[in-house]
């Protein structure tokens, strides 16, 4: 827990969103700002500021973020979507606490702007 952490305060339910699913590793909610249909950021409830700062003991949560994000997806019935997480200022990255976003519901453009 980061006091000054956005996400951190979304997951002890101090900030409300629009939440999908919560386990014990994760929560999965709508993004505030969507840029497709289907806009959702899945974050782990252990603050870590990007994937870049990942430990060895973080792996099996990566996992985790990895296969809850297929079987989130599922279920919501999106059957075509875009993973991404932003590392760093240059890459887009707003928030420092690890977050995949899922992107779905339109056609996507490659390579990303
Ligand atoms: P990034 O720019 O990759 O760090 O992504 C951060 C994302 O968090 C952006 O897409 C924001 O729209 C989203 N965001 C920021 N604050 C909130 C919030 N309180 N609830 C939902 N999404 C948020």
């Known amino acids: 827990m980061n006091e000054n952490c956005i996400f951190c305060k979304i997951v002890q339910g101090e900030v409300k969103t629009q939440k999908v699913h919560e386990d014990e590793d994760l929560v999965a909610f709508k993004d505030l700002n969507p840029q497709a249909p289907t806009h959702l950021l899945v974050v782990p409830k252990k603050h870590i500021p990007s994937l870049a700062k990942c430990g060895k003991e973080d ?9 809850s994000i297929a079987s989130i ?37 490659w390579p990303p702007g």
């Open 73 to 109: 997806s599922e279920k919501l019935g999106l059957g075509s979507y875009r993973v991404v997480t932003n590392v760093g200022r240059q890459a887009g990255q707003s928030v420092e606490h690890l977050h995949y976003h899922v992107l779905g519901g339109r056609r996507m453009t």
């Open 59 to 67: 792996e099996a949560l990566l996992g985790r973020l990895q296969a």
